[in-house]
C-alpha cells in the first residue's frame, strides 16, 4: 500500500493561478516514481505541497492511509518526508560531517559527531565520501550526494529530488539512481521529477505526467519490479 498520497489535490496561488487541478496519485515504498511534464505543469507545486512548503487548496495528504497536515517543512520532516531542492542547502565552507550534523535532530545529532559513524551512514547508501571533504570544494554531482544524504538523515520513509539530473553528465545520471536504488532497498520511496523521458525508462519504476496542473497519463516501466 502507499506510504503517501495526494488525494484530489487541488492549489491555487495568492494570485489565482491554479497550478494543481484534483490531482490524485500514490507513491509506494521501495518505489522511483517520475514526475514528468514540461515547465509549468505543477511538478514543483507538487513536491512543495509534499514537502509543507504549500498546503493543498482543496484535498489532501494521506501518509499510510491517515490524512496529513503538513504546514511547514518541519511538519513533513517530522512525517519522514525529506527533499532535495534544485538549488541547492548546503553550508559551502562546511564539511560534509558538520553539513548532516546541522539537519540532524534530537538524538540523531550524536550520530553525526564521529566520522566513523558517517561513514557507517553513507556506506549503506553506497556512498564513500570523506566527512571532513569542504562541501563546496566537492564536484557538484558530489555536493548533490550531500543534499541527499541530509534529506535521509531524520529516518526518511518518503525522498522527493527536484530536477536532480539537469546538473549531471549521462554517467552521473546513472550513479544519482544506482544511490536512489539503494535508498528504496529498504523500503524509501523515491519520487524524482525530471523532463528526461530517457531517463524514466532506464531507472524509474513508475511515472506520472502532468500537464497543466493534471495527471495526464501515468504507469509501470517495463523495468518496474513492483508488487504494489
Ligand atoms: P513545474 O515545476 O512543473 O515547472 P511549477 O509547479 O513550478 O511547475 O509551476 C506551475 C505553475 O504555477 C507555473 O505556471 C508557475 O508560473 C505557477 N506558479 C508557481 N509558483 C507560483 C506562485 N507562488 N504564485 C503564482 N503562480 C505560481
Ligand atoms: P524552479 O526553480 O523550481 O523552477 P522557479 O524558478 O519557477 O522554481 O520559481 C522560484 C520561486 O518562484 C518558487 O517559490 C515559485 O513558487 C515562485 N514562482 C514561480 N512562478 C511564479 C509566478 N508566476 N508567480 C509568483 N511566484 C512564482
Not at 539537519?103 to 570523506?130: C, N, S, T, W
Amino acid at each position: 500500500s502507499p506510504v503517501i498520497e495526494l488525494d484530489h489535490v487541488s492549489k491555487r496561488y495568492p494570485n489565482g493561478f491554479v497550478a494543481l487541478e484534483k490531482v490524485s496519485l500514490s507513491f509506494f515504498p521501495g518505489e522511483i516514481h517520475a514526475l514528468l511534464g514540461e515547465n509549468g505543469a505543477g511538478k514543483s507545486t507538487l513536491m512543495n505541497i509534499l514537502y509543507g512548503v504549500h498546503e493543498p487548496t482543496e484535498g489532501g495528504v494521506l501518509m499510510n492511509g491517515r490524512q496529513v497536515i503538513h504546514r511547514r517543512p518541519a511538519d513533513a520532516i517530522a512525517n519522514g518526508i525529506g527533499m532535495v531542492h534544485q538549488h541547492f542547502k548546503l553550508v559551502a565552507p562546511f564539511t560534509v560531517a558538520e553539513n548532516l550534523a546541522l539537519v540532524a535532530r534530537g538524538e540523531r545529532k550524536k550520530l553525526f559527531r564521529r566520522h566513523a559513524d558517517i561513514r557507517a551512514f553513507m556506506q549503506a547508501y553506497g556512498v564513500e565520501l570523506d566527512p571532513a571533504a569542504v562541501v563546496g570544494q566537492l564536484p557538484l554531482a558530489l555536493q548533490q550526494r550531500v543534499e541527499i544524504l541530509k534529506a535521509l538523515v531524520n529516518d526518511t520513509r518518503v525522498l522527493l529530488l527536484d530536477e536532480p539530473s539537469t546538473i549531471l553528465t549521462p554517467k552521473e545520471i546513472s550513479e544519482l539512481y544506482d544511490t536512489a536504488r539503494r535508498i528504496c532497498a529498504n523500503g524509501t520511496a523515491v519520487a524524482v521529477v525530471t523532463h528526461n523521458v530517457d531517463e524514466v525508462l532506464s531507472h524509474a519504476d513508475r511515472y506520472t505526467i502532468l500537464r497543466r496542473g493534471k495527471t495526464n497519463g501515468s504507469g509501470l516501466t517495463a523495468g518496474c519490479t513492483s508488487a504494489e
